[in-house]
């Protein structure tokens, strides 16, 4: 079986990257051949989705060339990830049988953040059309600038014409598929395939009784959307709850970084039992040690998170979350099981910092969310993943001549 993964990035800047990193390793562990296509050349300064693979860069070779060495190494499937063009994209769905795997809002929003943030911030539930424009500007859903709205307009409608090309739609939740039998697509061509996790190595810092700090950990792209102004807020409010020293690690970059690291500065001059770092972007080692060093992960996004999968990371490590409750999150964090939810209707520094004290009062309690974290976890072992994309894979291939080939892989997987 041969399969081009097609997708923005040949270097890992987010989560579509690690996950295609650890899809890779897993695929090319069950026998499949696998080679990269990217829209973008990969940078010195972050580790590479697949270094070892054949791969072709379109801003390096142009989409011509890139399409016709792709159509030269006769793939059976193509497995689209997040493009941008949406020309290339087309010409794809004709070069073999493709698959996408939606994981964001893709072609069902015009900002993708499916997020109306006036009067105040809320998900937005309107089905994607052009209704949209008339609220996108008194509902704030994006930028000021018309000429940026009716391209981002343009190309989103492009994307849910080219859902009818694809053979078959992949999602991470039940929230993001909803969104896509919203648009008319058929259930059955609609497959929620949970991310892989896999449990994190080290050990996770146990707590004994009395301690010295609590330690927490945001991790995210830092923009207006993932909240991190909303948890700095919280954390007066936290620390007077708890009594004990605040450990706060904020993970990424991005355009609010700044901001944050401003208000982040006059906290903790005001507390100074407060404590708040800033490391920048980590790598997926960095990230690990990060988590396992962690007593709590907060994940106070605003928008609606299609999945949030370093929720299931830390819980693999026995970390559990607070977070607001919205898009998938709730698919993986149940309240009082592995973490504590905060109301997003509307979301607050108040209802997020009573999620983390709820987290944290109590020593037994906590015991008890660590316990529940590893065991949610469980429901997203990589093997699960790819018995279920194996399974995907030979129901789109039945129809051509790779069909024999990815039964024969998927049987060998299944029997280990």
């Not at 698919?331 to 209707?345: I, M, Y």
Request: glycine content about 8%; aromatic content about 8%; hydrophobic content about 45%.
């Amino acid at each position: 079986m041969r399969i081009a993964i097609a997708a923005r990035n040949s270097s890992v800047v987010g989560g579509i990257e690690s996950y295609l990193r650890r899809l890779v390793a897993m695929l090319s562990g069950a026998g499949v051949e696998l080679a990269l296509l990217s829209e973008n050349s990969s940078s010195a300064d972050r580790e590479a989705v697949a270094p070892s693979l054949p791969s072709w860069c379109v801003r390096e070779l142009g989409a011509s060339r890139t399409l016709i060495a792709l159509k030269a190494w006769r793939p059976d499937l193509i497995f689209v990830h997040g493009l941008e063009d949406t020309n290339l994209e087309s010409q794809l769905t004709e070069l073999a049988p493709t698959i996408l795997f939606a994981h964001d809002y893709y072609g069902a929003c015009i900002s993708g953040a499916k997020t109306f943030r006036s009067p105040t911030v809320r998900p937005c539930d309107r089905r994607f059309g052009w209704q949209c424009l008339l609220h996108f500007y008194p509902r704030r859903c994006g930028g000021l600038d018309p000429c940026t709205m009716w391209r981002d307009y343009n190309r989103q409608t492009a994307r849910a014409r080219l859902l009818e090309k694809y053979s078959a739609i992949v999602t991470a939740s039940e929230h993001i598929r909803r969104e896509y039998l919203k648009l008319g697509v058929a259930p059955e061509r609609v497959n929620r395939i949970a991310y892989p996790v896999e449990r994190l190595i080290g050990e996770k810092r146990e707590r004994r009784g009395a301690c010295d700090a609590w330690r927490i950990l945001f991790a995210a792209r830092m923009t207006g959307l993932k909240g991190g102004d909303i948890l700095l807020k919280s954390l007066a409010r936290v620390g007077e709850a708890l009594a004990l020293p605040l450990e706060v690690t904020m993970a990424g970059d991005g355009p609010a970084r700044k901001g944050w690291e401003r208000e982040a500065t006059a906290l903790a001059a005001r507390n100074s039992k407060i404590a708040i770092n800033f490391p920048g972007w980590l790598d997926s080692a960095a990230l690990a040690r990060a988590i396992l060093e962690s007593d709590l992960l907060v994940m106070p996004s605003l928008w609606p998170e299609p999945f949030g999968m370093i929720g299931v990371e830390a819980a693999s490590a026995g970390v559990p979350a607070a977070a607001f409750d919205t898009g998938g999150i709730s698919e993986w964090l149940t309240d009082g099981v592995n973490g504590a939810l905060a109301s997003s209707d509307p979301p607050s520094a108040d209802g997020l910092a009573d999620a983390i004290i709820r987290c944290l009062r109590n020593c037994d309690t906590y015991a008890e969310l660590c316990r529940g974290a590893r065991e949610a976890a469980r429901r997203f072992e990589p093997e699960i993943h790819l018995e279920s994309l194996l399974a995907l894979f030979g129901r789109v291939a039945r129809a051509g001549g790779a069909a024999q080939h990815v039964e024969l892989v998927h049987r060998e997987f299944a029997a280990g």
